[in-house]
């Protein structure tokens, strides 16, 4: 009876160990970033969040809109003209090479998408400092940063900062 307790006792001990390590590690890959693309050099990185489609009675005719999620971080020790260093000159790219500039376009992209999704809240302290030019040492802006018109049929590979020639592929998630 004693062995019989004891290999219940095990068993359960057993479950209750898995369990746990199971739970650890789908909150481990819960918790880990995964970004469609990220570039850096020895100032900044910048990660490309998320893509957000997104449909426009402004949109041409066999055009979409896309916006940019993005998250950008001060790696260094200085302060850094992030507006016309960086979040001016980031660029999304196709499979047959055509670059898409966000521009002046892409600020009221970013905007009309945020009033008519109600389910998404822009963080305007973030997004103002992505352009600020003074952005400060070691800290991090995320926000809908940029929009984008490009063809419906347009295959997005590419990521970057074109002042910079910076420039990543982008992964499928």
Same mark, same amino acid.
């Given at each position: 009876?004693?062995?019989?307790? *004891?290999?219940?006792?095990?068993?359960?001990?057993?479950?209750?160990?898995?369990?746990?390590?199971?739970?650890?590690?789908i909150?481990?890959?819960?918790n880990?970033k995964?970004?469609?693309s990220?570039? /850096?050099?020895?100032?900044?990185k910048i990660s *490309?969040?998320?893509l957000?489609?997104?449909?426009?009675s402004?949109?041409?005719?066999?055009?979409?809109? *896309?916006?940019?999620?993005?998250?950008?971080?001060?790696?260094?020790?200085?302060?850094?003209?992030? +507006?016309? #260093?960086?979040?001016?000159?980031?660029?999304?790219?196709? /499979?047959? +090479?055509? #670059?898409?500039?966000? +521009?002046i376009?892409?600020?009221?992209?970013?905007?009309?998408?945020?009033?008519?999704?109600?389910?998404?809240?822009?963080d305007?302290?973030?997004y103002?400092?992505s352009?600020s030019?003074?952005?400060?040492?070691?800290?991090?802006?995320?926000?809908?940063?940029c929009?984008? #018109?490009v063809?419906n049929t347009?295959?997005?590979?590419?990521?970057?900062?074109k002042?910079?020639?910076l420039?990543s592929e982008?992964?499928?998630?």
């Amino acid at each position: 009876m004693l062995k019989q307790w *004891l290999m219940d006792k095990s068993f359960l001990f057993l479950i209750v160990f898995c369990v746990v390590i199971v739970t650890n590690q789908i909150s481990f890959a819960q918790n880990k970033k995964s970004y469609l693309s990220t570039v /850096s050099n020895e100032e900044v990185k910048i990660s *490309l969040i998320k893509l957000h489609p997104f449909l426009s009675s402004n949109n041409k005719d066999g055009h979409k809109f *896309l916006v940019a999620e993005i998250l950008i971080e001060n790696i260094s020790d200085k302060i850094i003209n992030m +507006g016309s #260093e960086y979040s001016m000159s980031l660029v999304l790219i196709d /499979s047959n +090479g055509k #670059e898409y500039k966000s +521009g002046i376009k892409g600020a009221g992209i970013v905007s009309e998408f945020l009033t008519k999704d109600s389910d998404v809240e822009q963080d305007q302290k973030a997004y103002n400092l992505s352009f600020s030019d003074k952005f400060p040492p070691k800290t991090k802006a995320q926000s809908f940063l940029c929009g984008y #018109e490009v063809p419906n049929t347009a295959q997005i590979v590419k990521f970057g900062i074109k002042k910079k020639n910076l420039f990543s592929e982008i992964q499928s998630k």
